[in-house]
Structures are given as structure tokens and as C-alpha cells.
């Protein structure tokens, strides 16, 4: 996986026009979910680090992009432990610089991590692929939104597809299990 591969993928999993307006998708909710992606542009174009989201952001701003409660930063920041990358709601979406696990740290407390989230970089894009995917489903059909199976189905797939059993909690969280 490289930024520009997860833009691509991203980028075609949004609905046409054409579907969007049979399924009487709301002026607002495309405004908020469809066009920040069609106005993603690189930013840059040369990689300046082998940590696929540090390039991501470098690269692009997906500052406007919401994946289900997850957005990254403009910017990436860092300190000695973490580099980070965007919010969970209000709470601080990092890369833990020793381990490289993707964590959620606690807004007001930041030294209490709420979720790990994926063992990598690489396997956090591809789960976030997979939730964002099943977002999509769930706005356009009423039916998988409220299909339980389905949503414990995705969110075992994301789990999995982090690292395993010890990222659950942070996609059943996500999808609203």
C-alpha cells in the first residue's frame, strides 16, 4: 500500500452522481463525504518517509476526509513517543514511534491510550478501506445499515486485517457494534 494507491482506492469507492441522486443522498451529506474526496490533489509528490502515513499526509490534505469518526491532520506533528496524525472524535489519533502501532489516546489524559488500532500503517489504511466501504453500503442501502451480521462481519474483517483480536474493540467502536 502507498499513499497514492489508498487515494485511488478511496476515490473509487465513492457512488456515481447518478446513484447518489436515486438514493436521494441529501446536498449536505455530499458535500461533507463526496467532494472533499474528488478534491484531493497531491501535495507533493516526492515520499519523504518509508511510514506510508506520514507520506499520505504529507502528500495530501485529508484534513476534510471523514471515515467514519476517523480524520487525519493537516499536518503531522510529533514528540518523543508518538507522531500525530488526526483524531478519533475529539481524542488523538498517533503512531507510536516505538512500536509502530496506530493508538487513540485519550484527548484530556493523554498518557491513556483508548484503542489500539492496527499493528502498522499499511494494515490501518486497509481496514480503514474496509470500513469506509461498508459506510458507503449503509448510507446507500437501509438494509445493510441495519444488518448486525454484516456490520459484526466487517468489523471482524478489520480487526483481522489490523493484526488481529487485540484491535477489535477499536472497529467495533467505528461501526457501531
Known sequence: MTASKFIEELKSQVPSDDILAEKKISEFTIERTVEPLKNLNTQFGKALTDNVIIDLLNKYDLSKVE?????FSKTVTEDDSYFYIGTVEVDLLV???????????????????????????VAFLQALLVCNG??????????????????????????????????YDFYAMLAGL
Request: aromatic share 10%; with cysteine.
Open 134 to 167: 461498508y459506510f458507503w453500503e449503509c448510507l446507500l442501502d437501509d438494509v445493510v445499515y441495519n444488518d448486525d451480521l454484516k456490520r459484526a462481519a466487517t468489523v471482524e474483517r478489520c480487526a483481522h486485517i489490523a493484526g488481529g483480536d487485540a484491535y
Open 67 to 71: 471515515i467514519g469518526m476517523v480524520v
Open 95 to 121: 503512531i507510536n514511534k516505538k512500536s509502530g502501532i496506530i493508538q487513540v489516546l485519550e484527548y484530556d489524559q493523554p498518557n491513556h491510550t483508548l484503542w489500539d488500532c492496527a499493528n502498522n500503517s
